[in-house]
T-cell receptor
Framework: EAGVTQSPTHLIKTRGQQATLRCSPI?????VYWYQQALGLGLQFLLW???????NRGNFPPRFSGRQFPNYSSELNVNALELEDSALYLC????????????FGSGTRLTVV | GENVEQHPSTLSVQEGDSAVIKCTYS??????FPWYKQELGKRPQLIID?????GEKKDQRIAVTLNKTAKHFSLHITETQPEDSAVYFC???????????FGKGTKLSVKP
């Protein structure tokens, strides 16, 4: 079974630009969770998508947004990039109908210069 | 909302000793408590989890205990080995929501 896949692996952007990160959950899994892992700050919850809808969002500004497609893959968009947005962005996928047993993808390392 | 505190932030032990990491949570509605291990440059991996209707769970050298009344849970690693060196994160469900809230992590170093 393929795991959670994320792309790109690395992304370098200039302050003020937009970044788009992608995630494909494990086949058959309908939920996708996005987390930001900045240095020294642990994993901060960003967004949760299930069955194509946003179910919950963390304490992040509106310039962090996303969507989930009919095939359950998801996209995270970060607008008006700031230097402090530099972090590892992780996507997680739990088994269907359950919120436990997250499997994380390898992440996208976003660097804002 | 849920808040998860994790201690200590760093822990250094000798190979063969035990290591204990403690977490507290704030939301009494939280009902699922996983622990993740993250090695340098890798993704977090689930190592053990416990649900609120269970007080203790063990898997070989690792165990987790939960005290619902005090709202704290702990990870115990016995007979530590150098390959146990990593950052460990505790987490709790955000009340009735599905997302997990993570502690800030504990960097465990096991010295040979």
């Amino acid at each position: 079974e393929a795991g959670v896949t994320q792309s790109p692996t690395h992304l370098i952007k200039t302050r003020g630009q937009q970044a788009t990160l992608r995630c494909s959950p494990i086949s058959g899994h309908t939920s996708v969770y996005w987390y930001q892992q900045a240095l020294g700050l642990g994993l901060q919850f960003l967004l949760w998508y299930d069955e194509g809808e946003e179910r919950n969002r963390g304490n992040f500004p509106p310039r962090f947004s996303g969507r989930q497609f009919p095939n359950y893959s998801s996209e995270l968009n970060v607008n008006a990039l700031e230097l402090e947005d530099s972090a590892l962005y992780l996507c997680a996928s739990p088994p269907p109908g359950r919120y436990y047993g997250y499997t994380f993808g390898s992440g996208t390392r976003l660097t804002v210069v | 909302g849920e808040n998860v505190e994790q201690h200590p932030s760093t822990l250094s032990v000798q190979e063969g000793d035990s290591a204990v990491i403690k977490c507290t949570y704030s939301d009494s509605a939280s009902n699922y408590f996983p622990w993740y291990k993250q090695e340098l440059g890798k993704r977090p991996q689930l190592i053990i989890d416990i649900r609120s209707n269970v007080g203790e769970k063990k898997d070989q050298r690792i165990a987790v205990t939960l005290n619902k009344t005090a709202k704290h849970f702990s990870l115990h690693i016995t007979e530590t080995q150098p390959e146990d060196s990593a950052v460990y994160f505790c987490a709790a469900t955000s009340g009735s929501q599905g997302n997990l809230i993570f502690g800030k992590g504990t960097k465990l170093s096991v010295k040979p």
